[in-house]
């Protein structure tokens, strides 16, 4: 799935094993399939359709575009944003590389997650274009279907790309992680949010972050887990984020 036409999804794109790894990455490229067959495709990129996003099939002759590797959505990189501990390590960059050029954006959820899946590899510029892409898909009437009905998947994915992806806000073996990066033009996002049954707010600096809670919450701090019951303040470190001070 998630070719130029018909519907995106994870159902048939690459599947998690018993070992905890999706199987089908390339051990020396690190890439992964989007489905059998698909690196045998002729390897068309989004270049070919001009400004991005677009509905391929509106552009190129369906059977040119069902030969080729042009994509609405990278299942991939959806991969990588849903289950980030279910793949290789060290695959998210040179996934990036292969499937971004390749992604018509013809799904709305698309500019998003891939803004998201950036913003996690450290390319926040990149990832803040896309994200004004998401942001503006209705209001610019990008695709030219908003007369249709507004996209209310890229509404809701442009928040996972400032949780997730800007914030680095996600819950791992029942802890709370931060790992926050910020574009460079952004000195500061302050988020509120429910977590693991708290009210939380979250407030990123350019050099710290604090994290204020209504109640007892674990959250990780380098390698370790530590219980914030009501405030802390988090640095960054080699080992990743850890909390400084807990009040």
């Avoid at 996934?95 to 709305?108: E, I, K, M, V, W």
Wanted: aromatic share 4%.
């Amino acid at each position: 799935m998630g070719r130029a036409t018909g519907s995106s999804g994870l159902s048939h794109g690459p599947k998690t094993t018993g070992a905890g790894r999706a199987p089908n990455g390339n051990p020396a490229t690190g890439v992964y399939e989007q489905f059998a067959g698909y690196l045998g495709l002729e390897p068309l990129t989004a270049a070919a359709l001009g400004r991005t996003p677009v509905a391929a099939d509106l552009v190129l002759p369906p059977d040119r575009l069902h030969g080729s590797q042009i994509l609405k959505q990278a299942d991939v990189l959806m991969l990588h944003h849903l289950v980030p501990d279910e793949v290789e390590p060290g695959s998210l960059t040179p996934n990036l590389d292969f499937y971004q050029p390749r992604t018509a954006h013809g799904s709305s959820l698309s500019p998003a997650i891939t803004a998201a899946v950036l913003a996690r590899a450290g390319r926040g510029e990149e990832a803040l274009d896309l994200l004004r892409v998401a942001l503006r898909i209705d209001l610019d009437d990008l695709t030219g279907a908003t007369p249709s009905g507004l996209h209310v998947a890229s509404m809701a994915g442009a928040w996972q790309a400032i949780v997730h992806g800007f914030a680095g806000l996600r819950v791992r073996d029942g802890a709370l992680e931060v790992d926050p990066r910020l574009p460079t033009d952004w000195h500061r996002l302050g988020l509120c949010l429910r977590c693991l049954g708290r009210r939380v707010r979250v407030d990123v600096l350019d050099d710290h972050a604090t994290l204020r809670t209504d109640g007892p919450i674990p959250v990780w701090s380098g390698h370790a887990i530590r219980t914030v019951h009501s405030e802390a303040l988090l640095e960054p470190s080699d080992g990743g984020w850890q909390i400084g001070q807990v009040m």
